[in-house]
T-cell receptor, first 113, second 114 residues
Framework: AQTVTQSQPEMSVQEAETVTLSCTYDTSESNYYLFWYKQPPSRQMILVIRQEAYKQQNATENRFSVNFQKAAKSFSLKISDSQLGDTAMYFCAFYNYGQNFVFGPGTRLSVLP | DAGVIQSPRHEVTEMGQEVTLRCKPISGHDYLFWYRQTMMRGLELLIYFNNNVPIDDSGMPEDRFSAKMPNASFSTLKIQPSEPRDSAVYFC????????????FGSGTQLSVL
């Protein structure tokens, strides 16, 4: 069974600085998808970024980018120019076609003014 | 598109009462999922439907929980009777198809059972 680990329960960063959230996963599959979801205090789960395992190029969405290391089974999220609105829980998730999403335990990120 | 719509946003009830949570998926999405979120267990998949048919309910904790999807635009999750340990945030999510692999979540229902 796939597992997703986020080793940082909480993190903080100063506004405008850069922060990296870690995620590792375990799978025997070769084709799969990885995601970062954001859950702000409003509780809404919002898709931040998505990576397809067969693509070597790291995904980027504006200030958000990932460092995908397939051999190491690592999928970290980098947030550049942090903003107060980035304060949220961040969940790493794994998906393989035909199976269910597996979510990590989450990292609580606080952006400090 | 209004996104996935859940109601109520908050529900407070007493132990033993019946609770019904509601969800309207995004129009055109064939898959609907019910998740439960707690501090201890994180996000857990309870059940999912494909074209209104329940496919996997192995995550439903016990017989007190039931879910239905009478049509493509509506689903319910019912707890009867409710217990304090059912207190959690319940999310509904939908996706266009299994291969699409993008989950769109509703805002969740915060359930408190006293």
């Amino acid at each position: 069974a796939q597992t997703v680990t986020q080793s940082q329960p909480e993190m903080s960063v100063q506004e405008a600085e850069t922060v990296t959230l870690s995620c590792t996963y375990d799978t025997s599959e070769s084709n799969y998808y990885l995601f970062w979801y954001k859950q702000p205090p409003s509780r809404q789960m919002i898709l931040v970024i998505r990576q397809e395992a067969y693509k070597q190029q790291n995904a980027t969405e504006n200030r958000f980018s990932v460092n995908f290391q397939k051999a190491a089974k690592s999928f970290s999220l980098k947030i550049s120019d942090s903003q107060l609105g980035d304060t949220a829980m961040y969940f790493c998730a794994f998906y393989n076609y035909g199976q269910n999403f597996v979510f990590g335990p989450g990292t609580r990120l606080s952006v400090l003014p | 598109d209004a996104g996935v719509i859940q109601s109520p946003r908050h529900e407070v009830t007493e132990m033993g009462q019946e609770v019904t949570l509601r969800c309207k998926p995004i129009s055109g999405h064939d898959y609907l999922f019910w998740y439960r979120q707690t501090m201890m267990r994180g996000l857990e998949l309870l059940i999912y439907f494909n074209n209104n048919v329940p496919i996997d309910d192995s995550g439903m904790p016990e017989d007190r929980f039931s879910a239905k999807m009478p049509n493509a635009s509506f689903s319910t999750l019912k707890i009867q009777p409710s217990e304090p340990r059912d207190s959690a945030v319940y999310f509904c999510a939908s996706s266009a198809d299994r291969g699409n692999e993008k989950l769109f979540f509703g805002s969740g229902t915060q359930l408190s059972v006293l």
